[in-house]
DNA sequence: GTCGTTGCGTTTTTT
DNA sequence: ACGCAACGAC
């Protein structure tokens, strides 16, 4: 009964079988985290400690928890029920449908999206007469999620902290939001926490309630948490009576969700929050090889403030190739080169899946995008795409699919009751039936069912007009492709068949009757899915672009490279791991430095010790001498993170590395030139620029800059990296000396 | 309402 | 340089 205990490590197992008091488990990169969660979990309720109802397990998305629930459910060996698991918000939407009275709700109350809470914001801002071009709705949209982020309300804002938005009007504004919400019976994501906490704040009764309920609490990624998350924590967790049995699993060294208001802290001081906390470690990593792991650690080494903890070596063989470090000349080589490589392992039988690009930001894709189009290489972009995810757009291109495909039974099976249309169970099964039987899609199952006369009043009626609209549109649609002759009908017509289909099929009014607050958007996502087909010349074209572009359907399984951010890498793992903009100014990010100093510089540098753990076996990390950004070429210096690398892990290739092997042979007037001290031991490029670093100091009171946003002006003082200057446009100004440029005088005229 | 122009921003993303 | 959003004109 217990040998699911027997697959774990030492400190593994003590991690599942410490179950009473606080306990805080540390866990690295690929250590066996889920694991040892979800194992946690099945001990729980297999001991008999607790039932599934008296157990609170948080995730932060979605598809953590339902991987949890699918993995307790194996280790229990059947699914279990009355299970309080799911993401924060999830779960104190749940608690908050059972109290909302308390904060003026019923217990119906709308769930907002971004949109609506814009639009609602805006509202409201109108009615104050703030001019939005000067004070910009997302801007005060922001400082309330953050404030709310905080477990703040607009009573808990200080005079002091309203300052930077609306002129000041921001506290009486947020007030005025909230109301409006609650007038909707509506609540935003940041609601749904703060309101819950409200309540357990004000009303002990309540909590007492929750406290005699959750015998056992489980926190996944713990170090993401925020002020708010983590207050309602300490609310469930800690009683008077008994110790907490809360167990927090995460890792300070993968915390880099701060601009979302994750607090490190958090995770950091867990042992001051819950005295007598035990504290395991999870140390033996059994993803990477043992050079993976020496780099990943030394890098991570450079940060302060870490509970400290050294990923070791735990696969049998860990020995594996040393991390290769390609220095190239611009964008282009460097995606020539991942290229190449990618190429070069795939010859070799390494599967594409198992390879991934890990970027920075969004925009850099795009370069490896066109070498993978170019090589011929399938690829799929991870994230950026969760427009499609919608359930009106889902649904919509369902209707599409059914259309363009009458044998496609799991579209026509998503729609056929989509609007309602009195298909119940009964109907459903009956129309599989003679599909099977006749080996024949659903569509014509439903058409010989309304031939036979089986099927009766409305929904015969209904199924009746579905049918039509769809054999229509499939008509339209053939037309359209026979018409050569005219380019501009031709054109376009799929749009239209697209629009006639979801007007008579009512799928649209269906939305239009519909009186909940995100109707509105809803609809909005529809028109713009529409919009959306115009990029194509087919249907069949946009829905083979949408398949590639959906994911966790069919095409989840094919063989193509992964190209995603370093932080939509999170909790993912490849063998291959490719790993190119390694520059200053790009990773780490400017804006990280200019906003964040020491510590977005420090959350940066976890970013990159994600980036590496993610790799099983091989890592190859790159950096251009010349970057095109906007509109111009830039140069730019290897990043700081490179140098941290430790260099017996380490393989110089490229051909800036082989500039360098000659320079070092024959110094040249850039030896002296570039000081080659200290932190950066390695000798710059010979092509390389006085960047960013240089350009600052040439920056002296008196001189004429550029500003993009201020325009010209004159500096006239200096404090560090701050610049007073007074611009002739927009007047004094105290900026960032990385936000202005250096003008000669002679170009102001 | 829909089209065209202007102007601004341009890291990371979940719920 | 480019794309998108917001605004004004028809």
């Known amino acids: 009964m217990t040998d699911y205990l027997d697959r774990l490590n030492p400190e593994q197992r003590a991690a599942v079988e410490t179950l009473d008091g606080p306990l805080l488990v540390l866990a690295g990169a690929g250590t066996g985290k889920t694991r040892v969660l979800t194992t946690r979990f099945a001990h729980i309720l297999l001991s008999g400690r607790a039932s599934p109802g008296q157990v609170l397990a948080v995730t932060f998305t979605n ?49 907002l999206d971004t949109d609506d809470q814009l639009r609602l914001l805006k509202q409201v801002m109108e009615l104050h007469r703030i001019d939005t071009k000067r004070w910009p709705a997302p801007g005060l949209m922001g400082a309330i999620q953050r404030w709310k982020d905080r477990g703040l309300g607009p009573g808990g804002i200080t005079a002091a902290e309203d300052t930077d938005y609306a002129g000041g009007k921001a506290r009486q504004i947020y007030a005025d939001y909230q109301e409006r919400l609650r007038q909707l019976n509506a609540a935003d994501f940041g609601d749904l926490m703060l309101h819950i906490v409200d309540i357990l704040r ?34 469930l967790a800690q009683r008077e ?26 995770i950091l001081r867990f042992e001051k929050d819950f005295p007598g906390a035990t504290l395991v470690k999870l140390e033996s990593n059994y993803r990477s090889t043992a050079p993976i792991l020496a780099a990943a650690s030394a890098l991570i080494a450079h940060n302060e403030g870490r509970l400290g903890k050294t990923l070791r070596p ?31 392992l795939h010859r070799d039988g390494h599967t594409l899946s198992e390879m991934a690009i890990l970027v920075r930001a969004g925009f850099q894709t795009r370069a490896f995008e066109e070498r993978m189009i170019t090589l011929g290489l399938p690829y799929r972009v991870i994230g950026g795409m969760r427009f499609y995810e919608r359930a009106e757009i889902r649904d919509a291109i369902a209707y599409m699919r059914a259309m363009n495909q009458p044998s496609d039974d799991l579209a026509f099976e998503r729609i056929v009751n989509v609007p309602r249309r009195g298909v119940g169970d009964v109907a459903l099964q009956a129309l599989h039936q003679i599909a099977r039987a006749e080996r024949i899609p659903m569509t014509q199952a439903v058409l010989r069912l309304l031939e036979t006369g089986t099927l009766k009043g409305r929904v015969r009626e209904q199924l009746g007009l579905l049918m039509a609209a769809l054999g229509r549109g499939r008509e339209a649609l053939a037309h359209g492709r026979q018409g050569d002759g005219d380019e501009r009908l031709a054109g376009g017509a799929h749009l239209r068949v697209v629009e006639t289909l979801l007007e008579e099929s009512g799928y649209v009014e269906m939305w239009r009757r519909d009186k909940s607050p995100d109707a509105p958007g809803r609809l909005d996502n529809l028109k713009e899915l529409v919009r959306a087909l115009a990029d194509f010349d087919t249907l069949g074209g946009f829905l083979e672009h949408v398949s590639l572009v959906m994911e966790n359907d069919e095409n989840a399984g094919a063989d193509r490279v992964n190209l995603m951010t370093l932080h939509g890498a999170k909790g993912l793992e490849f063998d291959n791991v490719f790993l190119p903009g390694w520059e200053e100014g790009l990773f780490p990010s400017q804006r990280t430095l200019d906003e964040g100093g020491n510590k977005g510089l420090e959350e940066e540098r976890r970013l990159a010790y994600v980036g590496i753990t993610r790799a099983r076996k091989r890592a190859l990390i790159s950096h251009a001498a010349n970057r095109r950004i906007y509109a111009n070429w830039q140069s730019s210096v290897p990043s700081r993170f490179v140098d941290e690398l430790p260099a017996e892990h380490v393989e110089q290739m490229g051909s800036a590395a082989m500039a360098r092997e000659q320079m070092r042979h024959a110094p040249t007037v850039f030896s002296g030139q570039f000081p080659l001290v200290a932190h950066r031991p390695r000798v710059v490029e010979a092509w390389e620029q006085p ?11 008196g001189a004429r800059v550029f500003h993009q946003k201020f325009g010209y002006g004159v500096v006239t003082g200096a404090d560090d990296n701050r610049l007073d200057v007074e611009f002739e446009k927009a007047g004094f100004k105290r900026v960032l000396d990385s936000y202005v440029d250096p003008v000669a005088s002679e170009a102001a005229s």
């Open 63 to 111: 598809k953590a928890s339902r991987e949890m629930r699918e993995r307790v459910a194996v280790i229990l060996g059947r699914p279990v029920e009355g299970l309080w698991l799911g993401t924060f918000h999830a779960l104190c939407a749940r608690m908050l449908r059972r109290h909302a009275e308390y904060v003026g709700l019923t217990s119906s109350f709308t769930i």
């Open 314 to 344: 735990g696969l049998a063989d860990a020995a594996g190739e040393k991390l290769l470090v390609a220095s190239v000349w611009d964008s282009d080589e460097e995606a020539r080169l991942v290229g190449e490589r990618i190429e070069a």
């Open 202 to 235: 004000s009303r002990p009764d309540v909590l007492a309630q929750y406290h005699r309920m959750f015998r056992y609490i489980l926190v996944d990624e713990y170090q993401d948490t925020n002020t708010v998350q983590y207050l309602w924590l300490r609310l």
């Open 691 to 701: 960047a960013r670093p240089a350009r600052s100091s040439t920056i002296a009171v």
């Open 241 to 266: 009576a008994t110790a907490a049995n809360i167990c927090c699993v995460g890792d300070d060294d993968q915390s880099i969700y701060s601009w979302r208001g994750a607090e490190v802290e958090n």
